[in-house]
């Protein structure tokens, strides 16, 4: 029947996608990364090129007609509000967001190997890795201390006055919000120095280290691993540029924080979504 057809089809480009997926996957240690352009257009031409699915581009202005029988909404982070307003009618729901962030994306040639090395936490060997996908930076209590200090100084972005009441997503906290909850928070989340030793000097063991991630297949850009802020860009390059080994770092680019539209699927949606 023309459910069980559409099922099929739908696990069928599922797979495609995630062999997308695969084929431009990035090595790193036990997180899943993947060359977000090359995994973009991957997609992009596996939709374009399936002869069942017409791509019509333009926005949603509101939900289907309820008479359409088999429908999947499938919008976000950034939904626009005349699609937003119709979800949240119909769900009910009152609050729709929270805050997301991203962290800010360097060119890994302007990083000093002579400060920094390569290496995952506990030596990891994750899929196409080596068990040193990561860029190390090791950091004294000296430069750790002064780090903290320095975030919760710069200078943010302000909220809107409409975005004051939205609340942070706790799995992707700014890196200044983690240091205004206690000094030692980044250095027992994102910058904890354990399983790593630092190849320049393996009888001392550092601080605090900061993580780099390869964010393309080429390995030429790597992104700060929780080090997603809303801190003025000039303020991460001031700030940024003062860790070990990233005094001439070259931004390809800078974090920021944004407002993710959502619904509370637990509550809302079925086994099936």
């Not at 333009?58 to 950034?78: K, Q, S």
């Not at 990083?111 to 996908?133: C, E, H, L, N």
Request: net charge negative; aromatic share 8%.
């Amino acid at each position: 029947n023309a459910v069980g057809l559409l099922h099929a089809e739908m696990r069928r480009l599922g797979s495609l996608i995630m062999r997308c997926a695969d084929v431009n996957q990035v090595p790193a240690g036990g997180a899943l990364a993947v060359d977000r352009d090359g995994f973009s257009a991957a997609v992009t031409k596996a939709l374009h090129d399936h002869p069942l699915i017409e791509i019509d581009r333009a926005e949603i202005a509101g939900l289907p007609p309820a008479e359409w029988g088999n429908v999947i909404v499938a919008t976000g982070p950034l939904t626009s509000v005349p699609l937003a307003e119709a979800i949240r009618e119909l769900t009910d729901e009152n609050a729709l967001a929270f805050f997301d962030a991203i962290a800010p994306i360097v060119h890994k040639d302007s990083i000093d190997m002579s400060v920094a090395w390569f290496q995952s936490r506990y030596d990891k060997v994750g899929p196409g890795g080596t068990g040193a996908d990561y860029i190390n930076c090791p950091m004294t209590k000296e430069q750790y201390d002064a780090f903290v200090a320095a975030l919760l100084a710069g200078d943010k972005v302000d909220f809107k006055d409409w975005e004051t009441n939205t609340p942070y997503f706790d799995g992707c906290l700014p890196v200044e919000v983690m240091a205004e909850r206690g000094p030692e928070t980044l250095r027992h989340g994102p910058m904890k120095p354990v399983g790593l030793t630092n190849a320049h000097k393996p009888d001392e063991k550092a601080y605090a280290v900061v993580q780099l991630r390869r964010d393309n297949k080429l390995g030429t850009l790597h992104n700060i691993v929780g080090f997603q802020t809303k801190m003025k860009q000039a303020e991460q390059k001031r700030i940024f540029r003062g860790l070990p080994g990233m005094a001439d770092a070259v931004f390809a680019r800078f974090g920021s924080v944004h407002r993710n539209t959502f619904i509370r699927a637990p509550e809302l949606l079925d086994e099936r979504l």
